[in-house]
């Protein structure tokens, strides 16, 4: 479960002397980290329930000269695709992430642009088939620590499993917050979405899924464990913009929202698919690698916060001002 976090306010005595909030980089922590990093690129974990094998990339730091192969535990975080999207393309967040000690897992779901589909499912009938596996996926990581340590050697007894982020972008975000505690109802159906698997401990969000005219307005609020959202200016994907409706989706009955922290980093001129840098490249694009380069210095802030129990973290997080070198990001708590 989350760990409580006393925030440390600035010029606070520490051990007799007085500590200065610091932050390296324009945002906390964007540049690259300390470990060098390691990408095991197809990690394929036998999956019996559903037939198959459940591809990974396993991104995670190098042991450090003179550390034992089991020396040092990292915290796990689970990231999850955007929908018709590749599991390759968040090296940017993944990479940097690593780098600052921590082992990132990126299942390929059913949909993944980097894997075959099943040819007895198309269409809708496939992606329908995806989102009720996607849920699955998940969990199901968690509960194979041991394999993927076996797969992947230098991993074993590298893994905390008592330091577990649930995190992805657009429908990936959705996957997240459907197995941290989300709940929604299919109103044609009355059929219930998501569960709670009390193993994850925050999430983190790469673009807002209450974007998505299949959400109800800012979804993540339910989640009872610190989250952050990433969003933007331009932060409406084509489905979105294709289908100018109602949500699907709604809260059930006498929904509660969860009294947790909600840190929100919004960014001036930012899109869904930070232009193209991530997920669904289109000619013209211009990556977007300055939002890039913010996301991942207030993500490690957040994760050092809430998985390391850092202090000095956790005070730039809940400063919610952006250093003035970045005019174009704003940092709130909602």
């Not at 893994?159 to 197995?179: F, N, Q």
Request: hydrophobic share 40%.
């Amino acid at each position: 479960m989350p760990r409580l976090v006393l925030p440390l306010l600035a010029g606070c005595c520490l051990a007799g002397g007085m500590i200065q909030l610091a932050f390296a980089g324009d945002a906390y922590k964007p540049d690259p980290g300390p470990y060098a990093i390691h990408v095991e690129a197809s990690v394929a974990l036998p999956y019996p329930e559903l037939e198959k094998d459940l591809l990974l990339r396993v991104t995670y730091p190098e042991a450090r000269d003179g550390e034992s192969p089991e020396g040092e535990k990292y915290p796990l975080i689970i990231f999850s695709h955007g929908g018709r999207c590749s599991r390759d393309a968040y090296t940017e967040f993944a990479d940097h992430w690593a780098s600052h000690g921590y082992i990132v897992v990126q299942p390929a779901h059913l949909d993944s642009l980097s894997i075959e589909p099943p040819a007895n499912l198309r269409g809708m009938q496939m992606m329908n088939t995806a989102v009720l596996t996607r849920r699955m996926d998940l969990p199901y990581i968690i509960d194979s620590i041991s394999t993927i340590e076996a797969l992947v050697p230098a991993l074993r007894g590298r893994i905390d499993a008592e330091r577990i982020v649930a995190a992805g972008h657009s429908l990936g975000g959705a996957t997240a917050m459907a197995v941290t505690g989300v709940i929604m109802v299919d109103p044609s159906t009355d059929q219930e979405f998501g569960f709670l698997d009390e193993r994850f401990d925050a999430l983190l969000l790469i673009t807002n899924p209450g974007n998505s005219p299949m959400m109800p307005d800012d979804p993540w609020r339910f989640v009872a464990l610190p989250t952050l959202v990433t969003t933007g200016t331009n932060d409406v994907s084509s489905l979105a913009r294709a289908i100018k409706s109602k949500s699907v989706f709604q809260f059930p009955e006498g929904a509660q929202f969860a009294d947790t922290p909600n840190h929100y980093l919004f960014i001036d001129d930012m899109n869904h698919y930070l232009g193209g840098l991530i997920c669904k490249p289109r000619p013209g694009d211009t990556p977007d690698r300055g939002a890039a380069h913010i996301i991942n210095g207030v993500s490690i802030a957040f994760l050092d916060a809430y998985m390391k129990d850092d202090a000095v973290a956790l005070a730039f997080l809940n400063g919610q001002r952006m250093p003035d070198s970045v005019p174009r990001a704003t940092l709130l708590i909602k």
